[in-house]
C-alpha cells in the first residue's frame, strides 16, 4: 500500500491509484470528465491546475504496447477529444503530453496544460514539474479551486455535447 497526498490535501493509502480512480474506489474532486468501455479522464487528483486531465486504462497494464486494437482506437479518439473540449472551452492554446511505463499507477497519459504563469518556470520538459509542485504548494486556495472545478464542469459538459452527437 502507497501513501498518496491529494491536491485536496486528503492522503489515501492505495495499492494501485489508477485502480482506485477508475473503479470508482476514489471519486475525484469533479468527477469523471468522461469514460469509455476501456478509459476514464478525470481532472488529476494531485495538482490544482485547470483542465489538467488524466486518462487512465481501466485494465491494469503499464505499456502503449500491451493496449487491444480495440483500447488503441479508443484511446487516440478520447485523447483527441479530450483536447478538443481544452481547447474550445478552456482556450489552451498548448499542452503537454506524458505518459511513462516505471509508474507505481497503471498506464495513464497526463495532458498538462500549458499556462502563461507556468512560463516562469523554463519552456521545456524540465519546467513541467516546478509547475505542478508551485501549483500544489502555492495555489491550493479556495479561488484556485473553485476555477479548476469550474473548469472542469465546462469540460464535462463540452464532452457530453460530443458523446451525444456521436
Known sequence: MRKITLSNGKTVEVECLSCALTSGLIKPDGGVVVETEYFHA?????????GLMILAS??????LDE????????????LT?????????LGLEH???????????????WMV??????YKFGRSV????????????????????????NALSSLKKELNKKSASG
Open 42 to 50: 478525470h481532472q488529476d487528483v494531485a495538482y490544482p491546475i485547470k
Open 58 to 63: 481501466k485494465r491494469h497494464i503499464k505499456g
Open 67 to 78: 493496449l487491444t486494437e480495440a483500447e488503441k482506437l479508443d484511446y487516440i479518439e478520447v
Open 81 to 89: 477529444k479530450i483536447r478538443e473540449a481544452q481547447r474550445k472551452v
Open 95 to 109: 499542452v503537454y503530453y506524458f505518459y511513462n511505463e516505471d509508474t507505481t499507477h497503471h498506464f495513464h497519459t
Open 113 to 118: 496544460p500549458r499556462y502563461e504563469w507556468m
Open 126 to 149: 524540465e519546467s513541467v514539474r516546478p509547475s505542478l509542485l508551485h501549483a500544489r504548494n502555492h495555489m491550493n486556495d479556495q479561488e484556485n479551486i473553485k476555477e479548476v472545478m
